[in-house]
């Protein structure tokens, strides 16, 4: 037998990208957006007593400033569900020069495959499922009981044969919660179960790491890196909020092979129940450019994490188009060569997506 055994017939031994339609090859990605949802729901997160009056109010013009101002204690704003209008959302995104959408929506917060490929089909943004689980609290009450061995195979299923009978597969691993430091048991063994199944199929992983928390990022990397997870295919996300501007703390991630999250562009929102502010994409961008200078410059992913309605065009938000049309050009501007907005927004992402051949 030649090399090629085990890749199908007439196609190079050199792995595929795995998207909602079908295979394509790493060089057709275009610019990717590693780390958004499209259909989601956060309702298990919703904390109403930070503002009452709004709990039960609609996402609108409106109320738009109060929402932003309590993105959490509004039910509706938590909650993206419109297939028609992800559809019109991603053909601005398409037209501002983006081409694939990784949709990380996991176990836990309401994934729909079958709404994604449709999404994709009539859109024609290339979409990339998830699977796993999300953090904790919204993990289904048998998960405590599963074991590793189980959550792993569910997952090498749903990237190999599909998602439950739907017939969809599943690309990309994630997004994997990881919602407190120290993490919770049942997050140590999903993530543990997530590290054998990129083993088996070689796909990338992305990671939700604990809001506030730097030693969240490092706990999680440990736990990856112990299980002989593929680090150089893991995305810990949202490091613009969790490093800010601790350069060493990058260094340190960097070092295991992991790839950096900067995937919140556009939200700029005070968390009221965290008394804190989230960093501005001027802060992003800045920290960007040293980390371009720093040589990090691989190990940087871009995305805008949409899932809350108000960061939605319709509602008056940024968008999916956000970082194609209004963030390339701001990067350009601060001094980022073209060739590493490229690196940012596809071939990184490429490298982490492509699936071991065969698979
Ligand atoms: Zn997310």
């Known amino acids: 037998m030649s090399a090629a055994r085990g890749a199908p017939a007439g196609r190079p031994d050199t792995g595929s990208i795995r998207t909602v339609t079908g295979d394509i090859a ?11 949802h499209l259909i989601c729901s956060l309702a298990k997160y919703w904390i109403p007593d930070t503002a009452p009056d709004l709990a039960t109010a609609k996402v609108s013009l409106e109320t738009l400033t109060r929402v932003k101002r309590h993105a959490f204690a509004v039910r509706d704003n938590l909650v993206v569900d419109d297939v028609e209008n992800a559809i019109r959302e991603s053909g601005e995104y ?18 729909d495959v079958r709404a994604l490929e449709i999404i994709s089909r009539r859109s024609g943004v290339q979409v990339i499922a998830g699977c796993g689980y999300y953090i904790q609290i919204t993990h289904p009450r048998n998960l405590e009981d599963r074991s590793e061995q189980s959550l ?15 017939g969809v597969r599943a690309g990309v691993i994630g997004e994997i919660g990881v919602g407190t430091y120290p993490m919770h048991r049942a997050e140590r063994k999903v993530l543990r179960a997530s590290a054998r199944a990129q083993v088996a199929t070689g796909a990338g992983m992305v990671v939700h790491s604990a809001p506030g ?28 909020e969790r490093f800010r501007d601790d350069i060493r703390a990058f260094r340190r991630i960097a070092a295991t092979g992991a790839i950096f999250g900067f995937d919140t562009f556009g939200r700029e929102i005070y968390y009221e129940g965290r008394r804190k502010q989230h960093p501005s994409d001027t802060q992003r961008i800045e920290m960007i450019a040293r980390l371009l200078d720093a040589g990090l410059g691989d190990h940087i992913t871009l995305a805008q994490d949409i899932c809350l309605k108000h960061e939605l065009t319709r509602y008056g938000g940024q968008g999916y188009a956000h970082v194609p049309a209004n963030i ?9 060569p073209v060739d590493a907005v490229e690196a940012m927004l596809s071939g990184t992402p490429a490298r982490i997506l492509t699936l071991r051949p065969g698979v």
């Open 94 to 111: 398409l037209a501002a020069g983006g081409r694939t959408i990784v949709e990380v929506t996991s176990h836990g917060i309401d994934r």
């Open 152 to 166: 792993s195979d569910e997952m090498i299923e749903e990237i190999t044969v599909g998602v439950s009978g739907t």
């Open 26 to 36: 790493p060089g057709d990605l275009g610019w990717t957006l590693i780390h958004e």
């Open 213 to 240: 928390s730097k030693e969240s990022v490092f706990e999680i990397v440990g736990v990856l890196e112990r299980s002989g997870a593929l680090m150089d295919k893991v995305v810990v996300s949202h490091l613009e």
């Open 328 to 336: 390339v050009p701001r990067l350009l501007h601060a001094g980022v």
